[in-house]
């Protein structure tokens, strides 16, 4: 019985840790993409009067997506897929970060 369970919870351990890496590299993210536009935007004296606190974190998250979406057109083009090479191999030189980078990335292929 206690193989079963350790088995079965290492099994998904190794199915949600690459997930749950993934999900909290994107909340960072959009904490750094909303924490530098929040300053910004409680300037606008129209933006941070009129509207409540949660129009400020719904642009930040409008932010995120058009940088997650900028990203993504420069990777698509050859500059872009070249610093993403550089920046691949750079990282595969580390070793903790190698194992955890390839895991995510690997998912994120078969995903897309």
């Not at 993934?22 to 904490?31: S, V």
């Not at 750094?32 to 606190?53: C, D, F, H, N, Q």
């Not at 998250?61 to 993504?72: E, M, R, S």
Request: aromatic residues 12%; without cysteine; proline residues 4%.
């Amino acid at each position: 019985m206690l193989k079963f369970l350790q088995r079965h919870f290492l099994t998904g351990l190794l199915a949600i840790t690459p997930l749950a890496i993934t999900g909290w590299i994107l909340w960072r993210f959009y904490l750094l993409i909303s924490g530098t536009m929040r300053p910004w935007l409680k300037r606008i004296p129209a933006v941070s009067e009129a509207y409540p606190e949660f129009v400020l974190t719904l642009m930040g998250l409008v932010g995120f997506v058009l940088a997650i979406i900028l990203v993504g057109m420069f990777t698509r083009n050859l500059i872009g897929v070249a610093f993403f090479r550089l920046v691949e191999r750079m990282v595969t030189r580390i070793p903790v970060v190698k194992s955890v980078f390839t895991a995510v990335k690997q998912i994120a292929e078969v995903l897309l």
